[in-house]
């Protein structure tokens, strides 16, 4: 199977780069599966996991809360807001990260930004709910 690089980096630090055969990114308009020779795109990613095949065959699995993905034939590179990987993510991060939106959305007075907010606390939860199961 065909390869291609990968780099996942958040403002904290470079959390992967590696040659891998497979990453499924949660993008903006829904999961998204990218492999070496995709289609060149850009797109927006919303909180969810990212699960990166290796050439080795193991599997990774990080939690991203937003950013841009930027996708070429030879490669990808995530840049997240924030991410890390799931073992390293308990409940209470992302609880206090909802109670943070929440608090946020009862001082926003924009119709648009509430809506930006409330579709945040919404992919939080769902988010929350995968990886308490995992």
Known sequence: MADFNFELVSPERLLLSERVTEVVI????????????????MTTIKPGIVTVKAVDGTTARYVVFGGFADILPTG?????E???????????????????????????SADEHKTGIEQFISEMTALNGIVVAA
């Open 26 to 41: 949660p993008a903006t308009d829904g999961e998204m599966t990218v492999m070496a020779n995709h289609a060149p795109t």
């Open 76 to 80: 990808c590179t995530l840049l997240a």
């Open 82 to 108: 924030s991410a890390v990987p799931v073992g390293e993510l308990s409940r209470d991060v992302i609880e206090k990260r909802i109670e943070a939106a929440r608090a946020e959305l009862e001082h926003s």
